[in-house]
């Protein structure tokens, strides 16, 4: 890279990573080529670097997804060279647990702790994506066990499924709900309704911590 990853800059190639990751998945419904999923894959290890790359000044949670990384690169791997298509599961398993560990090592970073600046404004984006992320792999997982669990979504590989999950997850956490895909099990209503409520949550917490750091900021500079 041509800048290196620093404290200082950290989340802003973390958010970047996510966003491409987001964006990619699309090129599956556009495209409607059989290797994208295998691009995909590609393009999530890739994320899961930079991620890496960027929370590597926690070390604890760092070593957890040094852990998950290589373990999904495994079930990357026994997927494509051996065609066990079984280890979609794990692979989901493994997405939301890297996902999750990456949520809690920013939340420690940027949520009621210290000053404000514009890395740690992005970063509350960053933390925004992953929850879409998390609840999109939620909804994949669903459809693995129950496959009529959502109208206007079927069940296929995750890969090829992503970019419906990643849509209906951020249309669901912001409640815009537009109805084209809907939760038909109870299971699946449960999980929805509960996003709703973490997006709702999320933006007053965020919002919250973002204004009392800045006060608290203003505040010091003043006593100076």
Known sequence: ???KITVQNNFY???LALVVLLVSSSLELVLRVGWLDLVLQLITTTTFIICLMSLRFDSGWYRFLMTLLVLWVIMAVIKNVFGFYQTDIFMLILMFSFFFGT???IARQI???GSIDTNKVVGSLALFLLLGL???IAYL???EFSPNAFTGMEHKAWGENFANAAYFSFVTLTT?????ISPVSPVAQVIVYLEAIAGVFYMAIVVASLVGAASQTNQDKNDE
């Open 103 to 105: 949520f809690k090592s």
């Open 176 to 180: 815009l709900g537009y109805g084209d």
């Open 111 to 113: 949520l009621l702790t």
């Open 134 to 136: 998390m609840w999109a």
């Open 141 to 143: 997982f669903i459809l």
């Open 13 to 15: 190639y973390l958010t």
């Open 1 to 3: 890279m041509a800048r």
